[in-house]
């Protein structure tokens, strides 16, 4: 990665010193996570991405958040051990950070000042939001746990998708596939 966000401190959730510039020349999934989430099942679908392209220079980069009703409450080697034990996970896992607000993470200042708007329907679950009695943010916040930024091998982000688009939906497979081409 090439840009400022290569540049850009982060923990690992072993709290190991990292950043992006570790995955230079790398197209990177980054994704908000959560262990008690509607979406949690997407780990699944996030570690099957990882294994089917990572051999080609793609890598899945989780970042637990605890923003959106409290569904990511554990410490750090709590959600290791609950992602590896429930979903095998082996992709890069980070310390958890802020997503949203004025407490939010520089990466995620960062990847949401250059995607400030997601592909997919994000309406549709905005509504379901509501009807649970909750304000969902206003873009260019991130809506929810499970929001994705697509990062090119260069370190620019490629596209921003919302939760509710799992990891086998054709338009991101696509999108990765042709970072990966690029």
Not at 28 to 47: D, F, P
Not at 52 to 81: C, H, K, M, S, W
Not at 85 to 101: H, I, L, Q, S, W
Not at 149 to 175: C, Q, S, W, Y
Request: aromatic share 10%; proline share 6%; hydrophobic share 45%.
């Amino acid at each position: 990665m090439t840009n400022a966000l290569a540049d850009i401190p982060l923990k690992t959730i072993r709290d190991g010193d990292a950043s992006l510039g570790d995955y230079a020349g790398k197209v990177a999934l980054v994704v908000n996570v959560a262990s008690k989430c509607g979406l949690t099942a997407q780990y699944e679908g996030l570690e099957a991405l990882y294994r089917a392209y990572r051999d080609r220079g793609f890598v899945v980069l989780g970042f637990p958040a605890n923003d959106f009703a409290a569904q990511e409450p554990g410490a750090n080697e709590e959600i290791e051990t609950f992602c590896t034990t429930n979903f095998g996970v082996d992709f890069p896992m980070f310390a958890k950070v802020t997503v949203v607000g004025s407490e939010k993470h520089p990466l995620y200042a960062a990847l949401t000042a250059a995607a400030p708007t997601a592909r997919g329907d994000a309406q549709s679950f905005r509504d379901r939001l509501k009807s649970y009695g909750m304000t969902p943010n206003p873009e260019p916040e991130v809506l929810w746990n499970f929001e994705k930024f697509l990062i090119g091998k260069d370190g620019a982000v490629i596209a921003r998708f919302t939760p509710t688009t799992t990891p086998d939906d054709a338009e991101l497979v696509g999108a990765i596939e042709a970072a990966l081409a690029a």
